[in-house]
């Protein structure tokens, strides 16, 4: 397969500060390559490198195996790029900036000597950003007036005037909010089905594992690993990033990235504070470095009792469904298949002749409660461990179970699963099923509602969007979160804690037409999370 | 009644702030203001202001000045400014009339080409050096300037050209009759020219982009523009249009003097910024700039015919230049 760009050994230093230090890499078309890394890493001025805007002081660089001479043009080559910060003609308008450089007009061929189609420029324009998801009032608005949010969408929507062979983006989700950040994960996606190449820079790992087929992680302007992203999960990818070697160490910080990117800032600050003081009061040093001492390591501990309940929750919950399944195996295999033997006995005692009708039809009624014992005991094998679970997976197992329990509630339930879901890990598959359980259940015991939705649906090719909804009465406004296992509600607290495990997010909110809706999100569900 | 007198009266405050909105924003509205205030002024005051000789004359005189302004506008809305039109003015008139010489006997045609390369050449060169080597404009200009002038010096040892064939004077000295009008030839000229690069400048997507380069030039480049060439050919077309005027002066005068068109380079630079060019780059249009040559000269006919002193006329230029910039200054803030 011959690769549509190879950079081979690129090198580059600021000054005497070195930002790109031998950095080889290849990408096909078709293919999604992210670059990794934390601010700094290199990851700006490796994009720049690429775009031919920024000349490296060694290596070579191949398009199409033709060898390339910095500085070039990318746009000559059909490499298109959106930058962290757009990089807008400010006294033009939005039209004119989504055109430049590839301006409609008559007659063709040259970019400067024609006339410009200012109307059909326009209607495209608005096409485009409606195709984005967006509108602005007016095609003729000046740029300058614009949010950077609007700017950023301007420079993507600049990407799709004319179909290009190969997006450079530059960590362009800065200035997005989380709506558009999806649009344009999701026009990856796209565009990648078009055959387009396309290499993505990222602080936000998790966008990066959503939508590429390779990572590529940078530290310290070195390629320091590459991953295949199927194989690889959002703790590798940051601990690569992070850069420590001690992986039982880091654990607990992957677990919660952002507290412990918070802890760094404070560790920066506590410092810079230091460097003040020490400026100033002589004495003083010691006491600060003991402080700053102090408080890194209650940071390393805290990390590791982190660490520590994580894993001992995650045991829990694997030992407390071990047990389950032990246990409904047994009530299964033993107590009803006994309870059945009693049955058969009953009937054939009743097939004697000489009875008297008192004792016959005592016997029948006999018959009946065994049955319905039978029948109870089944629904508890059921509830401890959904027979389908194991061998038809959680879907055809939610199928059954919303079955019964509209039954059993006269709610009924409107049951809405991905066709495409297939197998998931055990561990997610259980979870899954367990937060239905535990919400479903909340909708019988509060919600006094008429009418409850299940979706599970694929968001991404590595989310999974799990919702419960009803038309009941909702949460009240004071419904706090963090409050909720010292109000005593366990069942949203065993369902966030889940979640938690997963690396999901939960959301609960009162819908806008009367109801509640709880939603989970779960990311790469395809990896196996460990259950020891 | 009070009813319908109120909107009215709303209606009046409106449009005369709106009309205020205009001469302050626009600087077209305000430049033809100034030219109408100044010919009516010139009219009431003086007898020969308003006679067909005279504004012939205007009319063929402007003409050049309009001409290079042209390119002296495109240049400052790119961000820079070109000191050297005078001087390719002055060797481009030189060269041609050096070509149409008895010893050398070129055709008129093949030296008013010859003419118009010198010009473009200068100015590619003054492109090459501003766009790749990425040196101050006025430096550079200003460098070019000396080098050009002291090649039309060495030229002819000093001495000017005269004796040019009547085609070639034809071009500057004559009229085209059309109906009861007659028009200055150099003056149609003006006009071909004036069209031609308002189609270039504020027409077509060259235009567009000349217009982007000094406050956009990043954003160019990223959307993949080659601002260099962008550059060099704005500075060439200047220097071609500088040889332009500069072979409408000579055929004018009748004579090619190496010391011609002193001073010139501010003429155009006053013209282009009178004319709403901002010397802060981005703004500017041909039409602005036509009518800011006018007014310019019809100042400086006005002010020959009240009698004021020639030298009257290079403070009266500066001062102009002057409070067009503060002005431009007061509208940014």
Redesign the interface.
């Known amino acids: 397969m011959t690769h549509i760009l190879k950079a081979i050994n690129i090198s580059k230093t600021f000054g005497t500060l070195p930002v790109i230090q031998n950095v080889s890499m290849h990408i096909s078309s078709g293919e999604v390559v992210g670059f990794a890394g934390q601010s700094g890493a290199g990851k700006s001025a490796l994009m720049m490198l690429l775009t031919g805007?920024l000349v490296p002081d060694e290596g070579k660089l191949y398009f199409d195996d033709q060898i390339l001479r910095w500085p070039f043009?990318?746009?000559?080559l059909g490499i298109e790029?959106i930058?962290q910060h757009p990089?807008?003609?400010?006294?033009?308008d939005v039209t004119?900036?989504v055109f430049?450089?590839?301006?409609l007009?008559w007659p063709l061929g040259n970019?400067?000597?024609?006339?410009?189609n200012r109307r059909g420029m326009a209607k495209e324009t608005v096409r485009i950003l409606s195709q984005l998801g967006t509108n602005f009032d007016d095609p003729h608005e000046i740029v300058a007036n614009l949010s950077s949010e609007q700017r950023q969408l301007i420079a993507i929507a600049?990407v799709m005037v004319k179909p290009p062979r190969m997006i450079i983006i530059d960590n362009p989700t800065l200035a997005l909010s989380y709506p558009y950040q999806q649009k344009l994960l999701s026009l990856i996606q796209t565009w990648q089905q078009q055959g387009i190449a396309i290499l993505i820079s990222s602080d936000n790992p998790d966008h990066l594992l959503a939508v590429t087929d390779r990572i590529i992680v940078l530290r310290n302007g070195q390629c320091t690993n590459e991953f295949r992203t199927d194989d690889t999960n959002r703790e590798e990818v940051v601990a690569a990033m992070v850069g420590t070697i001690d992986h039982q160490q880091l654990t607990p910080i992957l677990w919660a990235l952002d507290s412990y990117y918070r802890a760094r800032e404070q560790a920066e600050k506590l410092s810079l504070g230091q460097t003040i003081l020490e400026k100033g009061i002589v004495t003083g040093e010691l006491l600060d470095r003991q402080f700053i001492n102090q408080l890194t390591n209650q940071i390393d501990a805290l990390d590791q009792v982190n660490t520590a309940l994580q894993n001992a929750q995650r045991r829990l919950l694997g030992e407390l469904e071990q047990e389950r399944k032990g246990l409904a195996r047994e009530i299964h295999d033993q107590i009803i298949q006994d309870l059945l033997g009693v049955n058969f006995r009953v009937e054939e005692i009743e097939a004697f002749e000489n009875l008297a009708p008192a004792v016959k039809n005592e016997l029948a009624s006999l018959q009946t409660r065994i049955r319905q014992l039978v029948d109870d005991l089944r629904d508890i094998c059921g509830n401890l461990r959904p027979p389908t679970i194991d061998s038809l997976g959680v879907g055809p197992a939610l199928g059954s179970f919303t079955r019964d329990w509209s039954k059993r509630s006269r709610i009924p339930v409107k049951l809405n699963i991905d066709p495409d879901l297939g197998r998931l890990p055990e561990a997610i598959e259980l979870s899954i099923f367990r937060i239905v359980q535990e919400g479903l259940n909340n909708v019988q015991k509060h919600s006094n509602a008429s009418l409850s939705k299940v979706d599970l649906l694929r968001t991404m090719p590595r989310t999974l969007m799990l919702s419960v909804s009803d038309n009941g009465r909702g949460i009240t406004d004071d419904f706090d979160m963090t409050t909720l296992s010292t109000s005593g509600n366990y069942g949203l607290v065993g369902i966030s804690e889940r979640v938690a495990l997963l690396g999901g997010r939960l959301k609960i909110q009162n819908l806008t037409d009367g109801g509640l809706l709880l939603q989970v999100e779960i990311p790469h569900p395809r990896l196996e999370i460990p259950t020891s | 009644m009070d009813g319908t007198s109120e909107p009215i009266m709303q209606f009046d405050m409106y449009s005369v702030k709106r009309i205020w909105e205009i001469i302050s924003k626009r600087q077209g509205f305000s430049v033809v203001l100034l030219f109408i205030i100044i010919s009516t002024f010139l009219s009431l005051m003086t007898d020969n202001f308003l006679t067909l000789g005279n504004l012939s004359n205007l009319a063929r005189n402007f003409s050049w000045i309009a001409i290079i302004a042209f390119g002296q506008s495109m240049v400052i809305i790119i961000g820079g400014i070109d000191m050297s039109v005078g001087a390719t003015m002055a060797l481009a008139g030189l060269i041609t009339a050096s070509c149409m010489d008895v010893e050398i006997n070129f055709p008129v045609m093949i030296a008013v080409l010859l003419g118009l390369l010198t010009g473009g050449f200068v100015g590619w060169i003054n492109g090459l050096m501003i766009a790749r080597a990425k040196l101050p404009s006025y430096i550079v200009t200003l460098g070019t300037m000396s080098v050009v002038r002291g090649i039309a010096f060495s030229l002819t040892g000093g001495w000017p050209v005269r004796d040019l064939p009547e085609s070639f004077r034809f071009m500057g000295q004559h009229e085209i009759q059309l109906g009861s009008l007659s028009l200055p030839v150099p003056f149609l000229l003006m006009l071909i020219t004036a069209f031609i690069v308002g189609l270039?400048l504020d027409?077509?997507?060259?235009g567009?982009?000349i217009?982007?380069i000094k406050?956009?030039e990043?954003?160019?480049?990223?959307?993949?523009?080659?601002v260099n060439k962008?550059t060099v050919l704005v500075y060439t077309l200047c220097g071609l249009l500088a040889a332009f005027g500069g072979l409408l002066m000579t055929a004018r005068v009748g004579v090619a003097a190496p010391t011609a068109a002193t001073g010139y380079e501010l003429d155009s630079i006053a013209a282009a910024v009178v004319g709403g060019t901002s010397l802060y780059g981005?703004t500017g249009s041909i039409m602005g700039v036509l009518v800011g040559a006018a007014v310019l000269q019809t100042l400086r006919n006005g002010l020959v015919l009240l009698g004021f002193p020639a030298y009257g006329h290079t403070v009266a230029i500066g001062a102009i230049i002057l409070a067009v910039i503060l002005l431009n200054y007061w509208r940014r803030k």
């Open positions: 805007f043009n990318g746009r000559t790029v930058h990089d807008l003609a400010e006294d033009l004119s900036n430049l450089g590839n301006e007009g970019i400067w000597f024609k006339f410009p600049r | 270039l027409q077509m997507v060259l567009k982009h217009h982007t406050h956009g990043r954003a160019l480049l990223l959307a993949g523009v080659d962008a981005g």
